[in-house]
């Protein structure tokens, strides 16, 4: 975005009294007016430092930094005057958001002038600064600012001195800097950091003010009117980037920050008079005709009252014109202000949105991601689950087969208890068959999860209901001696089928006997429950 200010730093003085001034860029659902054209007054308490003395004056915290206290150790000597200020609960700038990187001391006279004295780095939430000020009676406080080279104070005042400690006469006078111009030049996310976390360790935001700098003298027009200086600041900027990426010390990547700092407030102030310039020559020309007539009239004036009265005419267009030009510069910058204002509106919209779609896409990749690895790990377990029942079947299909007749079939492993093992015609198990149904349930007991179907059967000798009733008693005494025996009744249920069921045709004795039978099915309990 260009803009066209008349001098950025007559913008950047917009610290109007506390709670003069409204939120200018806030995360908000309202619409807020992004630069507002003010005329606003701050008093600041102005002491007077005698020579040889050591005064001792107390800073506090403002509603943006309510926690924040500090200490100042004053003493004026040989022409100047030093502090050896120390402040703690600091939280970072950069919590504010924005243009918003670090901390800086300003001295204030009692005429209005500022001047920035130092930058704070923090050390967790404490940091010192040792500086000097020619000026012997003076204000001191601490604003929030986008880089350690601002010539003029932001409004986001942090910190400010109070009454010395101890009593020293009636030094006290009050400074009062007026300031005019537009408000909301820098950009911030949260008006207060009363809510947020302090931090530890050391915190330099070098990187984020060369980026502050940078970006301030894009937005003050630099790639219109100082195009190859904000290049080379862009340039040292995009070095101190890589710098802090690839870890470089820490030493270094700020010497490299500063002078994209000073690169980018060089491009800052060339534009700025450039912009002014430009603002001027086309007043010039508008107003040439005038200014024309008046110069003309000069030289031919005939009386030296005559004269005079030209000259402060062409005094007074060529104040009007500059004031002209400084007014046009202004508007010029309000609404490239504006327009960039409404710009990173729609950026930060964009990039929630984007960052909220992203996350969904995120969210929605893991949980297709975790519903893959859990039906991955589900089929894995089901496949060892099945290897585990096939290798436990198989192992007991072989135990059975080692005891009694065994053959596989789709509805389970079938054993066989042949004729020969009942008393002819009737249910009564012989010894054989309890012994060999002893070695079955010693087998059974040890396998895996099962149920049990015991089916009689018989040959087609006799009527359909003897031989029903036959085969219902010699699959009831079967049951009934597996329970006895060990194995629980609610896995085991029986069926006699009579003649119905024959394996062979019952045209021989020897047919007829293997028809006679009473058969165990051994049913896998997970193939029954997925039928």
Do not use: C
């Amino acid at each position: 975005m260009r803009i066209k200010p008349f001098f950025l730093s007559v913008f950047l003085l917009v610290w109007p009294l506390i709670g003069l001034a409204s939120p200018v860029w806030e995360k908000s659902q309202e619409e807020v007016q992004a630069v507002k054209q003010i005329t606003a007054t701050r008093e600041s308490m102005a002491l007077s430092y005698p020579e040889g003395t050591t005064i001792s004056v107390k800073f506090q915290g403002t509603h943006r930094l309510p926690g924040a206290s500090g200490e100042a150790k004053i003493q004026r000597k040989k022409g100047m005057t030093e502090i050896e200020i120390e402040v703690d609960e600091l939280k970072p700038a950069t919590f504010f958001g924005g243009d918003y990187a670090t901390y800086v001391l300003w001295t204030v006279s009692p005429e209005g002038h500022v001047v920035n004295v130092g930058e704070f780095i923090l050390q967790g939430n404490r940091s010192k600064l040792n500086v000097s000020t020619p000026l012997e009676t003076f204000g001191m406080f601490v604003t929030a600012e986008p880089h350690f080279l601002v010539g003029t104070p932001s409004r986001f005042v942090v910190m400010e001195n109070t009454r010395p400690v101890h009593r020293i006469g009636n030094p006290v006078q009050l400074s009062q800097i007026k300031y005019r111009g537009f408000e909301g030049v820098y950009r911030y996310d949260r008006e207060t950091l009363a809510n947020l976390p302090e931090t530890k360790g050391e915190r330099r935001a070098d990187v984020e003010q060369a980026r502050a700098a940078v970006a301030l003298a894009e937005r003050a027009g630099a790639q219109q009117f100082a195009a190859e200086e904000l290049a080379k600041a862009s340039e040292v900027l995009r070095k101190t980037e890589a710098a802090a990426g690839a870890g470089v010390d820490r030493r270094n990547v700020m010497v490299q920050a500063h002078e994209a700092v000073r690169l980018a407030v060089d491009a800052q102030k060339l534009s700025e008079e450039r912009s002014f310039q430009e603002a001027l020559d086309s007043e010039r020309k508008a107003k040439a005709e005038e200014a024309s007539r008046l110069e003309r009239g000069i030289r031919e004036a005939q009386t030296e009252a005559e004269r005079s009265q030209l000259l402060a005419e062409q005094r007074e267009l060529q104040l009007r014109m500059e004031e002209r030009a400084r007014q046009q510069a202004m508007e010029q910058a309000a609404d490239a202000a504006r327009r960039a204002a409404e710009e990173e509106r729609l950026r930060v919209e964009a990039e929630l949105r984007a960052r909220a779609a992203q996350e969904q896409a995120r969210q929605l990749d893991a949980a297709r991601t975790a519903a893959e690895s859990s039906a991955a790990l589900a089929r894995e377990e089901a496949e060892r689950a099945r290897r585990e029942r096939e290798e436990a079947r198989s192992r007991m299909q072989q135990a059975l087969s080692r005891v009694v007749e065994t053959r596989e079939t789709a509805r389970g492993l079938i054993v066989n208890l042949p004729d020969i093992l009942f008393d002819f015609n009737k249910a009564t198990l012989r010894p054989q068959a309890r012994e060999v149904l002893s070695r079955v349930v010693g087998i059974l007991l040890v396998a895996p999860s099962y149920r049990l179907k015991v089916e009689g059967h018989t040959d087609n000798i006799g009527s359909d209901s003897y031989n029903q009733r036959l085969s219902e008693k010699r699959a009831g005494g079967v049951r009934d001696y597996l329970v006895a025996s060990g194995l629980t009744d609610e896995i085991i249920t029986m069926e006699g089928f009579g003649k119905s069921r024959p394996i062979v045709s019952n045209d021989t004795a020897a047919n007829r006997q293997k028809n006679r039978r009473v058969e165990i099915v051994i049913e896998d309990t997970e193939k029954a429950e997925s039928r």
